[in-house]
């Protein structure tokens, strides 16, 4: 009972861990020796890397009483490093993990998260994607950390950089929900007594399902641009401006209705919906952009348009407007500043 | 003057990491998207993860005095990554870097490591290799982690599993100088009062040079089983000889040589120079076999043999006996045993 990792050798907890690792089928060689290898049918391989802190991206014991678990956070760590590959348009191919644990980390924490690492790379649909290899190290917090690889299947990634005037708008997955999942992990408001809809923030928030068939689904539709909203859209919609030199305007209308489904939660805790809507980062949607006319992806639905900067007075605006005048305060995270 | 990260948002600081990081020639698409593209001209990518953690792994400041500069960590990031590439018979193609930061890091650190990231990538010999991306946190104690991907150029891996009984075993790069350079780091004995062989071997632990061309070497020459010694030569060849289910039978004589450049450091220090050699970590040389009578790829040099497990009394032997009659004490690192 209550074994904690400083009790056992690093081969000793590794053989714990491997077991409970997913196998997909692009792996050419897994975990067990100096590197992995990993299939490249296309000649190419998409990579990105994303790290969770304790404290920081996560807490074990929130203040309403919520526990992240090992399950909750190796899902996590799963859905937002896939997502950075299905913002290309890509699919996972694989994961390397690194986990810093404090020696005090109970070894059922670690294969619960590894359980949780494998199970939503199956539940998201990416059963082709294996965890392939890792690292362990010692640490006075939790820190993890994914590199994930990628296959663009023969077809040309979508960069954030290709929005052009006139382009349609368009999301896909959940927006601002992880945000009022947060508020709710934050509040005093303890699980049993949270409605419906807050149950369902608070799961999302916690595992986090990005919508896995629909960025390679816009490649194929044309997609002209695209990123995952990890930021908050507002900030992403920035990013994807600035790349493509480009001004988003935003619908308010679209906004919100977005918004009204937040609005139950945002009235108990005292907070705006929109600006969960508009700020919220980890929901790990896709805003993508698609020529004018073309009819979009299962999945999508339209938020507005691209149009000149020369004729716009901010990056992004809303309804053809300075995004200032309709909701004040920060433009989502920064890892730093606060 | 004393600029910190908090001090700066997380595009200001990328803004200075960027234009320091090496660009190599196998990046399709570098930093800046929601992930890079790598050229896998083979169609399989090679991959390994590793995490330096503050206060395990390296300090700022050491008790005699030295400092880890963001340059030494970033070095050793590379160094330790391109490594585990070369333990494959690969070539490095790209890095992915996480950078866990405390508030008050000096963005004069965060310059520094990828200075020294860089640096190490083109003096090591792998100026193919890009920093590609990565992603930035905040948290209480630094922690680097870097994910390396490599292309075996349509060569077959050299794995761990692969040694014969009947091959010979060699090894190539440093063997127990950086466990010296540790060893005097953690002593009082303060760098002006350094030997030139002391000089060395600090020098060495601060930023290990991994033989990179030995790795593609050994495998054009048909080296049998290969892996880089990251936690002891001791620690290693027993998983060389668990992968392979054979025993590796080291060479006193050889040992002992080598032992022979450690000894007048090991003498100030009153430490065992032999116990460097067998168990002393992060040099990131390679540990290889190689069919009997084969001439060895240049700078590898022999240091015993591979023998049956059947006829031998443990894993790993010493002129055919357990080494615990040799040579006591711990078999090499674990990162939660002490």
């Known amino acids: 009972m ?41 000649g190419r391989t998409v990579i990105s890397i994303d790290t969770q802190v304790q404290n920081k991206d996560f807490r074990l014991l929130w203040p309403n009483g919520s526990i992240s678990s090992g399950y909750d956070v190796g899902w996590k760590a799963a859905a937002q490093n896939l997502s950075d590959i299905n913002a290309m348009g890509a699919v996972a191919t694989a994961m390397v993990v690194s986990l810093t644990l404090p020696r005090t980390t109970p070894v059922t924490w670690v294969e619960d998260f590894a359980d949780g690492l494998s199970a939503a790379i199956v539940a998201l649909g990416a059963p082709q994607c294996s965890v392939a290899g890792g690292d362990l190290s010692g640490g006075s917090e939790l820190v993890v950390t994914v590199a994930v690889t990628g296959s663009l299947e023969g077809l ?40 419906p809809a807050m149950a369902h923030a608070a799961g999302l928030f916690a595992r986090p399902v990005p919508p896995l068939a629909a960025g390679p689904a816009a490649a194929r539709a044309g997609a002209t641009s695209m990123m995952d909203i990890s930021d908050g859209l507002l900030r992403d919609a920035t990013r ?10 935003l619908d308010s209308a679209m906004l919100a209705a977005m918004a009204a489904e937040l609005e139950e939660t945002a009235v108990v805790l005292g907070k705006n919906a ?22 979009l992806p299962e999945g999508f639905i339209g938020i507005g348009s691209i149009v000149s900067m020369e004729a716009a007075v901010a990056a992004v605006i809303i309804d053809g407007q300075n995004f200032e005048g309709v909701v004040s305060g920060a433009l989502g995270w920064d890892h730093f500043a606060v």
Chains 1, 2 share one sequence.
């Open 2 to 42: 209550n074994l904690t990792v400083d009790q056992l050798s690093e081969s000793e907890l590794l053989a714990r861990i491997f077991p409970r690792l997913h196998t997909g089928t692009t792996t050419l060689l897994g975990p067990g020796d100096d590197s992995a290898i990993i299939a490249a049918p296309d």
């Open 156 to 195: 040309e990634p979508v960069l954030r950089s290709g929005a052009q005037v006139g382009d349609q708008l368009a999301v896909c997955g959940n927006m601002g929900v992880s945000a009022a999942g947060w508020a709710l992990h934050e509040s005093s408001v303890v699980a049993s007594d949270f409605t």
């Open 240 to 249: 994807i401006a600035a790349a493509s030199k480009v001004c988003v305007d």
């Open 274 to 295: 929109l600006q969960w809507v508009l700020t919220g980062g980890e929901d790990h949607g896709l805003l993508s952009t698609f020529p004018a006319g073309r009819t």
